[in-house]
Nanobody, 124 residues
Framework: QVQLDESGGGLVQAGDSLRLSCIAS????????MGWFRQAPGKGRDFVAT????????YYADSVKGRFTISRDNAKNTVYLQMNSLKPGDTAVYYC?????????????????WGQGTQVTVSS
């Protein structure tokens, strides 16, 4: 069974940066499209960013464009989310997800594999 383990969350102040990591195991990582999603308290799960297998295509939600960067290291089976200029509205549990099919995927339903999530809290 595919396993995804996120790390790097924490409590930061507005304007700070964080880098989330997601290590994948039990899969051929380079064959998978990867994505980051988030869920704020009392809200649904929202798309944040996605990256294709070769890192040639990335796509972001409008709310994070210009502040967040998704990247991957296929040799390390790891996908990253660099988050800069954090705002209180970015407070959420952040999940990474993996999909065997597609080129880059923005819908949660396109991802069959999910991590447990890492909490990001941004104070004002």
């Amino acid at each position: 069974q595919v396993q995804l383990d996120e790390s790097g969350g924490g409590l930061v102040q507005a304007g700070d940066s964080l880098r989330l990591s997601c290590i994948a195991s039990r899969l051929t990582f380079s064959n998978y499209v990867m994505g980051w999603f988030r869920q704020a308290p009392g809200k649904g799960r929202d798309f944040v960013a996605t990256i294709n297998r070769s890192s040639s295509i990335t796509y972001y939600a409008d709310s994070v464009k210009g502040r967040f960067t998704i990247s991957r290291d296929n040799a390390k089976n790891t996908v990253y989310l660099q988050m800069n200029s954090l705002k209180p509205g970015d407070t959420a549990v952040y999940y990474c997800a993996a999909a065997r099919y597609g080129s880059y995927n923005v819908k949660g339903d396109d991802y069959p594999y999910w991590g447990q999530g890492t909490q990001v809290t941004v104070s004002s």
